[in-house]
T-cell receptor, first 113, second 112 residues
Framework: AQSVTQPDIHITVSEGASLELRCNYSYGATPYLFWYVQSPGQGLQLLLKYFSGDTLVQGIKGFEAEFKRSQSSFNLRKPSVHWSDAAEYFCAVVPDSNYQLIWGAGTKLIIKP | DTEVTQTPKHLVMGMTNKKSLKCEQHMGHRAMYWYKQKAKKPPELMFVYSYEKLSINESVPSRFSPECPNSSLLNLHLHALQPEDSALYLC???????????FGQGTRLTVV
């Protein structure tokens, strides 16, 4: 079945440390790929997207993600996290132009002072 | 203007009430969505409107009734809800279906 996997339910990182959140998908073709962030009780904000072209994409708030076709992955990275980055992060995939967003389960990011 | 505006932000309603959630966008997007999100879960798609026509209804109970009066507005009419319908209801829009979606801040609904 088509799916999006975020293997880490939560991750704890010290402020100033680097971050990588994992996302894997199971589709044959290259889908559209997205990362969204959600602060408690808020809506979702798009961090970045990949449709085609350069496999390293830059997003807002200093985030970047790399699409690796061979690994069916789209991992999110940030070189130095800030306390304000504490939130829930969702990876989402559109497998085909006629399909809707398929969501991962989310990863909760906790920042240690 | 890159905002999707939802009203109200919070709503408490009884199981016999009728209420409506409203969503507005002025980005010229032609696809609009309603999602339901329970705590610690990803959003679940409820309805999709494309060019003001309902294109997807994800087997949502009839106590939820969507309406798209024009290309900028999306409503969700609620009637005879159950306590398990309590959730965050999110509206989103995108340029076309499958393009990146922009989300509103949501309506926190509590059914008592």
């Amino acid at each position: 079945a088509q799916s999006v996997t975020q293997p880490d339910i939560h991750i704890t990182v010290s402020e100033g440390a680097s971050l990588e959140l994992r996302c894997n998908y199971s589709y044959g073709a290259t889908p559209y790929l997205f990362w969204y962030v959600q602060s408690p009780g808020q809506g979702l904000q798009l961090l970045l997207k990949y449709f085609s072209g350069d496999t390293l994409v830059q997003g807002i708030k200093g985030f970047e993600a790399e699409f690796k076709r061979s690994q069916s992955s789209f991992n999110l990275r940030k070189p130095s996290v800030h306390w304000s980055d504490a939130a829930e992060y969702f990876c989402a995939v559109v497998p085909d132009s006629n399909y809707q967003l398929i969501w991962g389960a989310g990863t909760k990011l906790i920042i240690k002072p | 203007d890159t905002e999707v505006t939802q009203t109200p932000k919070h709503l408490v309603m009884g199981m016999t009430n009728k209420k409506s959630l409203k969503c507005e966008q002025h980005m010229g997007h032609r696809a609009m969505y309603w999602y339901k999100q329970k705590a610690k879960k990803p959003p679940e798609l409820m309805f999709v409107y494309s060019y003001e026509k309902l294109s997807i209804n994800e087997s949502v109970p009839s106590r939820f009734s969507p309406e798209c009066p024009n290309s900028s507005l999306l409503n969700l009419h609620l009637h005879a809800l159950q306590p398990e319908d309590s959730a965050l209801y999110l509206c989103a829009s995108s340029q076309e279906v499958s393009f990146e979606a922009f989300f509103g801040q949501g309506t926190r609904l509590t059914v008592v």
